[in-house]
């Protein structure tokens, strides 16, 4: 019970230091907006583009705002010290690493649903699969947050955090299949668009909005639950080898 307790209270104190900072909600509102707006108004195709675009700008929300958390959060408490401090709490390590990434994972839930609330004024949204949607959503943003953890325990300032980020983020862009298919791709990228996470995690999206799955609908769901262990695991022994002796 005292550890589920500590878990409390240290998501509780990272939404009041960090997430609940008006630059960060407004961060978490204005960016999903922008992105539906200019995709919006770049297609040039009517209120019926608006779905295609939809899977895309709500990956990119959630991977944008869980991965610049966790680079404000993690690696300015690695700056002032107090992130070691919190490596002596008596819980375990995987547990206390749930507590620091679960308030970037509910962020990147909620920002994923600020497109859609946008979405619902404008195009009919009754043909989602909210039984596949919600899953992905989730599954993305803890992909994305475990991500954004695993560059935040490896640099040690917030613009290198933020730099490195880049260096994922921006390929996965292009690469996932978020505004093209995979199969537009030229043929010695598509090997290196199956081993981004953020590929599954559109198809899924893709699937629950307007039924264009291009994998079997369990797979993404495995593969995405495997790079959220991965990511994970990968992050609990960096900072195993950094801190913990």
Not at 15 to 31: A, D, E, M, Q, V
Not at 96 to 122: D, E, H, Q, R, W
Not at 230 to 242: D, P, V, Y
Request: net charge positive; hydrophobic share 60%.
């Amino acid at each position: 019970m005292k550890r589920w307790i500590a878990f409390w209270n240290i998501l509780v104190k990272d939404f009041r230091t960090y997430y609940l900072k008006p630059p960060n909600i407004s961060w978490g509102l204005i960016f999903p907006l922008a992105w539906t707006g200019m995709f919006f108004i770049r297609s040039g195709r009517g209120l019926e583009s608006l779905s295609s675009i939809l899977p895309g700008v709500i990956a990119l929300s959630i991977l944008f705002g869980t991965t610049s958390l966790l680079a404000v959060t993690v690696t300015f408490e690695k700056k002032n010290r107090s992130f070691e401090r919190l490596l002596l709490a008596p819980i375990p390590l995987e547990l206390l690493m749930l507590a620091k990434t679960s308030g970037a994972i509910l962020f990147g839930v909620v920002n994923a649903f600020v497109p859609i609330i946008m979405a619902a004024f404008l195009v009919d949204l009754s043909q989602v699969n909210w039984l596949l949607f919600i899953p992905a959503v989730v599954l993305i943003s803890i992909a994305s947050t475990f991500l954004g953890l695993f560059i935040a325990v490896a640099v040690s300032e917030v613009f290198e955090a933020q730099t490195f980020s880049n260096f994922f983020r921006f390929p996965m862009i292009f690469l996932c299949g978020l505004f093209f298919p995979l199969s537009a791709l030229p043929f010695f990228l598509k090997p290196l668009a199956y081993v981004l996470p953020l590929t599954y995690g559109a198809d899924l999206l893709h699937g629950a909005i307007h039924g264009g799955n291009i994998m079997a609908f369990p797979l993404d769901l495995i593969i995405l639950a495997l790079f959220c262990i991965g990511l994970f695991m990968a992050s609990l022994r960096n900072i195993k080898r950094r801190w913990i002796v």
